[in-house]
Structures are given as C-alpha cells and as structure tokens.
C-alpha cells in the first residue's frame, strides 16, 4: 500500500510539474524618441539623386532583449508633413504624391523579427531581419527590413533599410524636367528608443 501511495504521490507530480505555465519572458516595452530618430527615403534620379526624411517619428518597441527569440511586437508611425528633402517645392511635391490630406501618416507594423543572437549585449550590434507591413496611401504591403540593433546606456538604438517600389502603393514617382525618378526608393529609419516608465 505505502508504494502504491508514493506512486500515486509521484505520478501527480510529474503531471503538475507537466503542466506548470512556463517561465514568463521579461517583456519591455521601448518608445521611439523623437528628436534623436530619423526615418525617410533615398530616391534616385539620372539628374540628381535626393533624400526625404523625417525627425519626427513615433512607436514603441516590445521585446526580451534577453531572449530575442520570443516574439517581438513594434510600430512606426511617421507623419508625412514632417518630410524633408532641403528643397520645399520637393517637399510639396512629397505631400502631393502621398495624399497627405488623405493619408497623412506612413505607417508600419512589425510581425516577425529573426535576429543573428538570441540576446542583446551593451555595446554589441545584432542582425535582424524584420517582417512587417507597410502602409502609405491607404495602401498596405508586405515589407522586409534588413536592421540591426544595439544596446547603448539603457537605450536601444535600431537601424534599417528596405528597397521598395512607391507605385506598388500606388505613389506616383516624382519627376525632374519631364523625366521620372528610379522606380525604386531605399526606405531607411535610424531609430534611439527608452524603456517606456
């Protein structure tokens, strides 16, 4: 009788222990600064290539920098009249070709980040691959940034750039003296976030 109790005692145990919650993963949750972030584009152009970019930038980051192997949630918002490319009739232009009277943010949203490391060291960059969508002009697309992120004095500092085609958002290309610009743009964002208090 005594063994059948301890077996008993044992089983129940192990069936405990096999449905104990696993260890819950220490979730921060970052926010993008504005003032010390940019994020914009490169475009290209047989006359002359610019850049657009905007200090502006909003989000918030949440992630276990001490296991990026768990699931990563982000956004970024960028408010188009924050645009800049140092010409203000190319400016305007900008606004024109991403309706922002209608559409006045450009928006994305993190689903999936593959990094190189499972963790983050101060000082030390780590690769990443994040998977997302892109909004711009009411227009929602699949986009894959190439980034990398870094841990500097209890801040994050995340920087990224994608290839992507404006007309597949239906944007119009920009045109110079009748002649339009590449069909491609390099989207970029160099971001300094805080733990959010």
Known sequence: MPSRLALVCLTGALLGAAGAAPASAEMQRWTVEAGKSRAGFDAFHRLGN?????DAPTGELEADISDLKQPV????TVPVASLRSGKAGRDKEIRGALDAEHHPEIRY??????????SLA???DVLLTIQGVLSMRGVERPVTFAARIRQRGGALWVRGESWIKPREFSVPLLRDW?????ESVLATFDLALSKAQ
């Open 50 to 54: 610019f850049s657009a970019a905007s």
């Open 122 to 124: 101060e000082n030390t």
């Open 109 to 118: 949203r993190i689903e999936k980040v593959d990094s190189s490391f499972p």
């Open 73 to 76: 949630k982000g956004n970024l």
């Open 178 to 182: 009748l002649v339009s610009m590449k």
